[in-house]
């Protein structure tokens, strides 16, 4: 997002590019008159700049639903940006003019392409709906056209002002009552009636219109999704949202109402009998002035029109356009946000009460996402005790992350599986030049999607792409190609790279779905299940972003896990007795690592100690297990291949074994010892069953085990000799790396593939 940024005065030129003296301006005829744009020679493209596609919202319009134009018009020249929409937050560096005259839109395509019928993007530009505009010289559109022209699918790019901050979403009792909420949303719904309507003059297919948007823009993509409660009016056929998010004020109405009192009193309206009538006629300068004295930012709020419900309700309904998606999010996307300086339980339960959860709630998010350095975010960024960041930072920045983001993506994703219509969901990680902990946060991805390789708007040395390694042009080329093949194909797939995964659609079937994983070292897909626990607990109860807390159930608690479980079991074809896993209903599962339990209706929380065990905290009174192992990370290419005996035999048939039945005899000299006595039983369970459970790259049935996977078995010995011994040991299985950790269902510590 643009608090990163500062733009350049190179940012008003496309791309850098020489106009053409010699070449003849192009002209469009729209439904209006015509419209007469610029040649940029070096990229050899049309641009059409600053096109009104509604009437000016200023005067008597102020605070009204946006009108159709109604004039016509000779020649109109469309030659330079027009004013954008007023916002706060922006650069005072960045050099462009600001104002509410501003509905208008930008067009780039390739050169003398009026009769082709090319697909068309249309970008919604993000920026917390309070700032931002799509002259921002990060969002340059002559990279990617050119780049979609050298791939053989050339595209026209479309980018879309809207009205922001309190002009676009003001919101009251007042506002709802006269119908003119959210006017930001129904400023782009209008700009895509103008397109659906006048594209073809320009060269596009009316029927190939995908919308697209990052952060509130995709947010804007999404609600785009579900307006009206997904009437479908052939606006657009596909959608894409990169890290999209909901507006945090949907769950009450309170503090939009402050908000718009605050300012009618400031402007001397409060008296009014028609108060928005008064607001029409503030002088521009004097309403403006008054952003200084309301807290807090404007979003999308429930009116009962545009945005019907919840979009949480509307999903599960689905009341959505139902046309392909493409979305994902960022692997760090909240170290943007804050969170540097917490430090204490306190404070992370303060940050989640901000959103409004009551101290249920909150209590069961933070076992969800507990102080485990290696369980936070960015992953390999370690925590010093002198370091620049409080002790609790990497789990303030896995909550928000998730909060924000993935559990928006992960709605949607799930939504769009349920009702059978086809989305493709992505991780991306990818190094910034940004501070070490901010690890490959929010916006990150902006410079790869539009192929931004001189760092067009980027202050210093921020741009990622500008004399960056050839693995990140690679990543950059390949995530661009990704979208320009969306958008021409609603297919990812068709990028002409070689030796590329196919990015496969996004299926759960009830469980799990799978994310295309964006990474210059090596692009894969990989399952949807990393903090799946919490995503699905935070959906579960959202309303929107925990505006019901009443909802939270023990079923809501296991929800995301039990998805989890059901996942890994799939994928390496596990057979574990339905009745079996009941027994026992982990709570939270990030990057592998099991940490709590729900048992006999408690908690159980568990840390990992500098053994990489985990310890027991407040272990209830009920009889439970004691020890469960924490696999710590190790190298990607230390590969422990899959051996587990039949489940049946396992652990979770005892159950109501007491935790000092058993010692861990791991970490000590008898504790080798004791394992050793029970190598041959543990050895020859495991040979008769690795082919059995399928698991990947077994060796044949009967080969001897290799010690150094015998040495990853933990048996346990029970003390008081109240169990068989094969009942009693660990065993972990699948890949050993920062990707995949390895489980030990043994001890009932369940491991996943994660982020």
Excluded at 484 to 513: A, C, M, Q, R
């Amino acid at each position: 997002m643009a608090p990163l940024l500062k733009l350049v005065t190179a940012a008003l030129c496309l791309a850098e590019g020489v106009l053409s003296a010699k070449s003849k301006a192009p002209a469009v005829q729209v439904k209006n008159g015509t419209l007469e744009g610029k040649y940029v020679a070096s990229y050899d493209q049309d641009l059409f700049l600053g096109v009104p596609f509604a009437q000016p919202p200023v005067g008597s319009l102020r605070f009204q639903n946006p009108q159709s134009l109604n004039e016509t018009f000779g020649t109109k020249k469309a030659t330079e940006y027009a004013d954008s929409c007023v916002g706060y937050g922006n650069s005072p560096a960045w050099p462009h003019t600001l104002g509410e005259d501003c509905l208008t839109l930008n067009i780039v395509r390739p050169a003398n392409s009026g009769r082709s019928k090319l697909p068309v993007g249309v970008w919604i530009h993000g920026g917390g709906w309070s700032m931002d505009y799509s002259a921002n010289g990060v969002y340059n559109l002559s990279f990617i056209v050119e780049e979609s022209v050298k791939m053989g699918k050339p595209f026209i790019a479309v980018s879309v002002d809207y009205r922001l901050s309190f002009w676009g979403f003001l919101a009251s009792q007042d506002i709802l009552d006269a119908g003119v909420a959210n006017l930001g949303l129904k400023d782009q719904r209008i700009a895509l009636h103008w397109i659906k309507e006048n594209i073809g003059a320009f060269g596009g297919d009316t029927s190939k219109i995908t919308i697209w948007g990052e952060s509130a823009g995709g947010g804007n993509v999404g609600y785009q999704a579900t307006a009206y409660g997904g009437k479908d009016e052939g606006l657009f056929r596909g959608l894409i949202a990169q890290s999209g998010a909901d507006g945090t004020d949907m769950k009450n109405f309170t503090n939009p109402q402050k908000r718009y009192d605050t300012i009618v009193e400031t402007v001397g309206c409060d008296q009014a009998k028609d108060k928005l009538a008064c607001l029409r006629e503030v002088p521009f300068e004097k309403l403006n002035a008054t952003i200084t004295k309301v807290p807090g930012n404007f979003y999308p709020v429930v009116d009962g029109d545009f945005v019907l419900d919840y979009p949480s309700a509307l999903l599960s309904e689905g009341k959505f356009t139902k046309v392909p998606f493409l979305l994902g999010t960022n692997a760090d996307e909240g170290t943007l946000f804050g969170g540097s300086t917490i430090n204490t339980d306190e404070e992370i339960a303060a940050l989640i009460q901000a959103a409004g959860p009551d101290a249920n709630t909150t209590e069961i998010l933070m076992a969800l996402y507990p102080n485990i350095d290696a369980l936070g975010l960015p992953a390999f960024y370690r925590v010093r005790p002198d370091g620049p960041v409080g002790k609790q930072f990497k789990r303030a920045i896995a909550l928000s992350t998730d909060q924000l983001f993935l559990s928006w993506r992960r709605l949607r994703t799930d939504a769009w599986s349920k009702f059978g219509v086809t989305a493709y969901s992505y991780l991306f990680e990818s190094p910034t030049k940004s501070v070490e902990f901010f690890g490959t946060t929010h916006f990150t991805e902006i410079g790869y999607v539009f192929y931004n390789k001189q760092g067009l708007g980027y202050a210093g040395n921020q741009s990622p792409l500008k004399n960056a390694t050839k693995e990140v042009l690679d990543l950059a080329k390949l995530v661009t190609r990704m979208w320009i093949s969306f958008i021409n194909d609603l297919d990812p797939n068709k990028h002409g790279i070689s030796g590329v995964e196919k990015w496969p659609t996004y299926k759960n079937g009830g469980g799990y779905g799978e994310n295309f994983y964006f990474n210059p070292n090596g692009s894969s897909v990989q399952p949807d299940t990393f903090r799946l626990a919490g995503t699905s607990f935070m959906n579960s109860v959202s309303q929107e972003q925990y505006g019901s807390s009443g909802r939270v159930t023990s079923a809501s608690v296991v929800h995301g896990t039990t998805l989890q479980l059901q996942s890994e079991r799939e994928r390496l074809s596990l057979r574990l007795l339905a009745a079996k896993a009941d027994y026992i209903q982990p709570l939270a599962l990030p990057r592998g690592h099991g940490i709590g339990w729900r048992m006999a209706s408690k908690f159980i929380s568990r840390l990992c100690n500098a053994n990489h065990a985990i310890s027991v905290e407040n272990i209830p009174k009920s009889r439970s297990l004691d020890y469960a192992f924490c696999w710590p990370y190790q190298p990607v290419n230390a590969v422990h291949k899959a051996l587990t005996p039949s489940l049946e035999n396992s652990l979770f048939a005892n159950i109501n074994a007491h935790p000092s039945d058993y010692r861990n005899s791991m970490l000590t000299q008898s504790g080798l010892e004791a394992r050793a006595r029970a190598t041959a039983e543990v050895t020859s369970v495991a040979i008769k069953h690795r082919s059995r459970i399928g698991a990947r790259d077994s060796a044949p049935s009967g080969r001897t085990v290799p010690s150094r996977i015998m040495t990853t078995m933990r048996p346990l010995v029970p003390q008081k000799g109240s169990a068989k011994l094969q009942a009693e040991y660990h065993l972990p299985f699948g890949m050993m790396s920062p990707y995949d950790v390895g489980m030990t269902y043994g001890s009932i510590c369940v491991g996943g593939h994660g982020m």
